[in-house]
């Protein structure tokens, strides 16, 4: 079965960085586009980011563009999302999803939390 | 970006009971549109997919409908398992937006 597992989350200080890892099984990892979806406490989800199958493509949302970078290790059927200059308004639990074209996200991971705070 | 507004915001219904929650975008967006069901502290899971599509195994109770502008989803007959949050997404161009959510609570 599909099976998405994120982990990296914690608290950290403003400014500082943070690397989110999502460590995919049940699928063929290499065939597939993932995002990074967020949600601050409380609030609704918020689209981050999406990077194509094979790492050729990738696309951002505003709000974290030029700090935020997705990758892929198709080797090792992982995601990833390096966050720097974080800042409070990134603190929410980060989910990854799998993509079925064109941008449905048919399974998701459990989630992980961002705490960005001094 | 595509902007996406949902109403009621939340309602309150008994099992058994039909609702109805509707999702707007601000451009048309063809039939890609899906929603999405959240409980309370656990990952999102897709529900229907493409305006009106079931995922394998999906409950025949929800449905969804709509095109261009405009998109319902209905559930039919609301279970307990069924209180929880709803959101639709446009699935039409980058980047994918989410609508503000529908919370479904017990009366």
């Known amino acids: 079965q599909v099976q998405l597992v994120e982990s990296g989350g914690g608290v950290v200080q403003p400014g500082r960085s943070l690397r989110l890892s999502c460590a995919a099984s049940g699928f063929p990892f290499s065939n597939y586009g993932m995002h990074w979806v967020r949600q601050a406490p409380g609030k609704a989800l918020e689209w981050v980011a999406f990077?194509?199958?094979?790492?050729?493509?990738?696309h951002y949302a505003d709000s974290v563009r030029g700090r935020f970078t997705i990758s892929r290790d198709n080797s090792k059927d992982t995601l990833h999302l390096q966050m720097n200059s974080l800042r409070a308004g990134d603190t929410a639990v980060y989910f990854c999803a799998r993509d079925r074209e064109p941008s449905r996200l048919d399974y998701w991971g459990q989630g992980t939390l961002v705490t960005v705070s001094s | 970006d595509i902007q996406m507004t949902q109403s009621p915001s939340s309602l309150s219904a008994s099992v058994g009971d039909r609702i109805t929650i509707t999702c707007r975008t601000s451009?048309?967006?063809?039939?890609?549109l899906n929603w999405y069901q959240q409980r309370p502290g656990r990952a999102p899971k897709l529900l229907i997919y493409?305006?009106?599509s079931l995922p394998s195994g999906g409950p025949s109770r929800f449905s969804g409908s709509g095109s261009g502008t405009d998109f319902t989803l209905t559930i039919s007959g609301l279970q307990p398992e069924d209180f929880a949050t709803y959101y639709c997404q446009q699935s039409y161009i980058m980047p994918p937006t989410f609508g503000p959510g529908t919370k479904v609570d017990i009366k």
């Open positions: 990077i194509q199958y094979d790492g050729a493509n990738t």
């Open positions: 493409a305006t009106s």
């Open positions: 451009q048309s967006i063809s039939s890609f």
